[in-house]
């Protein structure tokens, strides 16, 4: 497998080497399209006339703080500790999705099309979707293959980017 590795961190496994491109490209597609279509062309946001602001501003305002929660937790526990041996994190926000810091990209684009009700950006965020899938099943392997069943019991338990519902 062709991965990246960051250098300054050795205690991380990889990640896809286009992952952090391909997040710029969707980043910056998305704001073209969501500034596009909710600030000045206006071709899909009609729902914004039938959701009252009083809906969207605080549904809009938990997704993206949920994001940021999230976004942080994962980076903090990725990259703000170093462990001498590598091993599965499964605390904090691992104990709810197994990429946090994608489910926290996915929760601020989800508030900023919420804010606006833009269609054109939901249907890309399906897009961007479909991307953190792609590139988390490819860090799985290499997780896989680094910690083998440790991370696949994790898996079975975890949800990759929504939390699983379980019956207790």
């Known amino acids: 497998m062709s991965k990246k590795k960051h250098t300054e961190h050795p205690h991380l496994t990889g990640e896809h080497r286009w992952g952090d491109t391909g997040q710029l490209i969707l980043l910056v597609m998305f704001l073209g399209i969501w500034v596009s279509d909710s600030f000045i062309l206006h071709y899909s946001t009609f729902l914004v006339e039938v959701v009252s602001n009083y809906i ?10 949920g994001g940021w929660y999230m976004a942080r937790g994962g980076m903090k526990a990725v990259f703000g500790t170093t462990r001498e041996n590598p091993e ?8 709810i999705v197994r990429h946090p810091i994608y489910t926290g990209a996915i929760l601020f684009y989800l508030g900023a099309t919420v804010i606006t009700m833009s269609i054109a950006s939901a249907a890309f965020v399906l897009i961007i979707i479909g991307f953190y899938i792609a590139i988390g099943k490819y860090e799985e392997r290499i997780l896989a293959e680094e910690f083998g069943n440790d991370y696949l019991e994790y898996k079975k338990k975890i949800g990759m980017l929504f939390p699983k519902l379980r019956s207790y």
């Not at 969207?56 to 703080?65: F, K, N, S, T, W």
Request: charge should be positive; charged fraction near 10%.
């Open 88 to 95: 599965v994190i499964s605390t904090g926000v691992f104990r």
């Open 56 to 65: 969207r501003v605080p549904v809009a305002g938990l997704v993206l703080i």
